[in-house]
């Protein structure tokens, strides 16, 4: 095979990686990455990415998390060679997009965040087609494999335009891997898919994970990140604002609340009550204390002494959703400075 021969069984299947070819620490590494869109007639130009640095582990499901216009989808179509980057280096299991572009678009299979699948072939055709245009030869295809890990194998025969919004997403990903990259790339994959499908999909990418490929996927949806990735960056204004194993984004925060409803509203916070300094808002009080102090035998104890009469108690973790607000608000502080554009509104939860 000529040196430059895209890898078609790359290293991270059973087989490659027992011929003794050594597998890369970071299955997609980039670094000072930049791109600038450039203005037309009336359009201005565009820094849809500054300075991107990030190392993504082989084998790590990781997540990159930001709002609307955060740059998400430039990065990932960067990596995919479908937008050219202005600034930076990027590498794919190993291999530079400049330099070694036939193996790095080898070892990388998008699925893009817009839909676009011919509606007259059936999800078998597609895939061959795909395969063919990777030069997979006939006796290495694994069509029927590949549409059976997605549930799509009773759909094989279908016209693509019969299949229900979250079948075509999966049918995407399943085009995405007719070349069993190593690495996968998910622009969104279950945006206006629901709770069912999306739980499903998300059964899945784990599945492929488990397998042993590497998974990037952008998302809107916390909870998404949180339930999923193993580690996740945070992408605002098109710099990396957080890149953390969840876990430690998750206690980044170290806070808790507890909410207390009382049975009669109080017009100011009682005495006994003051060196906690709640939040009174009616028959409200919310205490905000560090995890690690756990003050909250204090805060009981108290609450009895002042008197009040309590309806109710109840206490809420701090959640990604408060990291995600904490640090894009700070960032949107520092860039309001700079002159950079506000992206839209941050994200909402209500959206999952
Ligand atoms: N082809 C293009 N020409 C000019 N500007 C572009 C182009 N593509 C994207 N942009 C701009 O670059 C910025 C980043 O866009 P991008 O699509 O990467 O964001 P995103 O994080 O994927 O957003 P979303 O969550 O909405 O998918 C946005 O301001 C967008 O308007
Ligand atoms: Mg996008």
Same mark, same amino acid.
């Not at 061959?128 to 694994?142: D, H, I, M, N, S």
């Not at 905000?288 to 003050?295: A, E, H």
């Not at 035998?297 to 609450?303: F, R, T």
């Given at each position: 095979?000529?040196?430059?021969?895209?890898?078609?069984?790359?290293?991270?299947?059973?087989?490659?990686?027992?011929?003794?070819?050594?597998?890369? =620490?970071?299955?997609? #590494?980039?670094?000072?990455?930049?791109?600038? %869109?450039?203005?037309?007639?009336? *359009?201005?130009?565009? +820094? $849809?990415?500054?300075?991107?640095?990030?190392?993504?582990?082989?084998?790590?499901?990781?997540?990159?998390?930001?709002?609307?216009?955060?740059?998400?989808?430039?990065?990932?179509?960067?990596?995919?060679?479908? =937008?050219?980057?202005? #600034?930076?280096?990027?590498?794919?299991?190993? %291999?530079?997009?400049?330099?070694? *572009?036939?193996?790095? +678009? $080898?070892?990388?299979?998008?699925?893009?965040?817009?839909?676009?699948?011919?509606?007259?072939?059936?999800?078998?055709?597609?895939?061959?087609?795909?395969?063919?245009?990777?030069?997979?030869?006939?006796?290495?295809?694994?069509?029927? #494999?590949?549409?059976?890990?997605?549930?799509?194998?009773?759909?094989?025969?279908?016209?693509?335009?019969?299949?229900?919004?979250?079948?075509?997403?999966?049918?995407?990903?399943?085009?995405?891997?007719?070349?069993?990259?190593?690495?996968?790339?998910?622009?969104?994959?279950?945006?206006?898919?629901?709770?069912?499908?999306?739980?499903?999909?998300?059964?899945?990418?784990?599945?492929?994970?488990?397998?042993?490929?590497?998974?990037?996927?952008?998302?809107?949806?916390?909870?998404?990140?949180?339930?999923?990735?193993?580690?996740?960056?945070?992408?605002?204004?098109?710099?990396?604002?957080?890149?953390?194993?969840?876990?430690?984004?998750?206690?980044?925060?170290?806070?808790?609340?507890?909410?207390?409803?009382?049975?009669?509203?109080?017009?100011?916070?009682?005495?006994?009550?003051?060196?906690?300094?709640?939040?009174?808002?009616?028959?409200?009080?919310?205490?905000?204390?560090?995890?690690?102090?756990?003050?909250?035998?204090?805060?009981?104890?108290?609450?009895?002494?002042?008197?009040?009469?309590?309806?109710?108690?109840?206490?809420?973790?701090?959640?990604?959703?408060?990291?995600?607000?904490?640090?894009?608000?700070?960032?949107?502080?520092?860039?309001?400075?700079?002159?950079?554009?506000?992206?839209?509104?941050?994200?909402?939860?209500?959206?999952?």
């Amino acid at each position: 095979m000529p040196k430059d021969q895209p890898q078609l069984m790359p290293a991270a299947h059973p087989a490659a990686a027992a011929s003794g070819e050594s597998l890369p =620490v970071n299955a997609v #590494e980039v670094s000072g990455l930049g791109k600038v %869109y450039k203005g037309s007639g009336r *359009t201005a130009a565009k +820094r $849809a990415l500054d300075d991107v640095g990030l190392e993504i582990p082989r084998g790590s499901l990781f997540g990159l998390l930001g709002p609307n216009g955060a740059g998400k989808s430039t990065l990932i179509n960067i990596l995919a060679g479908l =937008v050219t980057k202005t #600034e930076g280096t990027a590498k794919i299991w190993g %291999y530079d997009i400049d330099r070694q *572009t036939r193996q790095a +678009r $080898a070892a990388i299979g998008v699925v893009p965040q817009e839909l676009n699948i011919d509606p007259f072939f059936t999800p078998r055709e597609l895939l061959e087609l795909q395969a063919g245009l990777y030069g997979v030869p006939p006796r290495e295809r694994k069509t029927m #494999e590949i549409l059976d890990i997605l549930g799509l194998a009773d759909k094989a025969e279908a016209y693509t335009r019969t299949l229900s919004g979250g079948m075509r997403r999966r049918l995407m990903v399943a085009k995405a891997m007719v070349h069993n990259p190593p690495v996968l790339v998910l622009d969104e994959p279950t945006a206006g898919v629901d709770i069912e499908l999306r739980q499903q999909l998300w059964g899945r990418v784990r599945d492929l994970n488990a397998l042993g490929t590497t998974i990037l996927l952008t998302t809107h949806y916390l909870e998404e990140a949180e339930e999923l990735c193993d580690e996740i960056a945070i992408i605002n204004h098109g710099r990396v604002i957080a890149c953390e194993p969840t876990p430690t984004l998750l206690r980044r925060l170290d806070s808790k609340e507890l909410q207390v409803h009382l049975c009669q509203p109080l017009e100011r916070v009682p005495e006994a009550l003051q060196p906690f300094e709640p939040e009174l808002s009616g028959d409200h009080l919310v205490f905000r204390y560090r995890t690690s102090q756990s003050p909250v035998a204090d805060i009981l104890d108290a609450l009895s002494r002042s008197g009040v009469r309590v309806q109710d108690i109840r206490t809420e973790e701090a959640d990604l959703e408060d990291i995600f607000l904490q640090l894009t608000r700070g960032a949107h502080r520092q860039s309001m400075g700079a002159g950079v554009t506000p992206s839209d509104a941050p994200l909402d939860k209500a959206r999952a």
